[in-house]
Nanobody, 127 residues
Framework: QLQVAESGGGLVQPGGSLTLSCAAS????????VGWYRQAPGKEREGISC????????THVPSVKGRFKISRRNFDNKFYLQMDNLKPEDTGVYVC????????????????????RGQGTQVTVSS
């Protein structure tokens, strides 16, 4: 059964960078779209980035566009979220997720809807 786990969170100053990683086990990521969502304190979950199975289609919500970039390396069963110019409002728990629903590999949907999820990693942006 496919499982995923995040790593790379931490404390960073405003304007800094972090790269989150998501490693899969129990199956191949190459068959699926993948994504990231986050949950900030007192706010609803927000899907932020998605990549199709081949990486050719990616989406980022306006609040992170130009600062965050999703990428994937199917050959080693991992995907990433590069986060630059971080802001205090980016603080939250970041969760990686995989869309295992039939027929979804070629496009992106809201990662909140994806069924396979990690436990999350905390990102705190503060001076």
């Amino acid at each position: 059964q496919l499982q995923v786990a995040e790593s790379g969170g931490g404390l960073v100053q405003p304007g800094g960078s972090l790269t989150l990683s998501c490693a899969a086990s129990g199956g191949s990521l190459a068959e699926y779209s993948v994504g990231w969502y986050r949950q900030a304190p007192g706010k609803e979950r927000e899907g932020i980035s998605c990549s199709s199975s081949d990486g050719m289609a990616t989406t980022h919500v306006p609040s992170v566009k130009g600062r965050f970039k999703i990428s994937r390396r199917n050959f080693d069963n991992k995907f990433y979220l590069q986060m630059d110019n971080l802001k205090p409002e980016d603080t939250g728990v970041y969760v990686c997720a995989v869309d295992v629903r039939p027929g979804t590999a070629s496009h992106c949907s809201d990662p909140i809807e994806f069924d396979v999820r990690g436990q999350g990693t905390q990102v705190t942006v503060s001076s």
